[in-house]
């Protein structure tokens, strides 16, 4: 089952002092609706991390359900982002599908912005270790 809507807010943000890295796309700037943060550390995952399974990136879902690795497969072409996620993940993120589309309704920088930061989200820690394709 895909789950489609509109994102009028585009954001991405770097933050060196908190070392992370976040963007994502919301139906509305309150936070009342649907909404994905991708995010992830900037520099390399502790030791600590790994045996966890916190050494990739983290998404986060509107009831706040989070899962680390769970990105299969992205695509972001003109202003649709396609996401598809591993479904072991769907009850952590409190989904009911694991295929996810929305159309952008932002400027084109701020989808640009986006675009960059989470390509460096994806590509976070052990990205390799899982079948992960990016079209971005």
Known sequence: MMYRFTARVVAAKVDPDNDVMQAGVAEDEDGEGFFLLFMSGISE????N???????????????GTAFGCV??????????????????LDDLELEGPEIEAELDAADEDIE?????????LAFGRANARPLRVAL
């Open 113 to 121: 912005g986006m675009r960059e930061v989470l390509a460096q989200v």
């Open 45 to 48: 995952p502790s030791h600590q």
């Open 72 to 89: 299969r497969e992205i695509a972001l072409s003109d202003k649709l982002l396609t996401v598809s996620l591993d479904p072991a993940s």
């Open 50 to 64: 790994v045996p966890l399974g916190l050494d990739s990136h983290c998404l986060v879902s509107p009831d706040h």
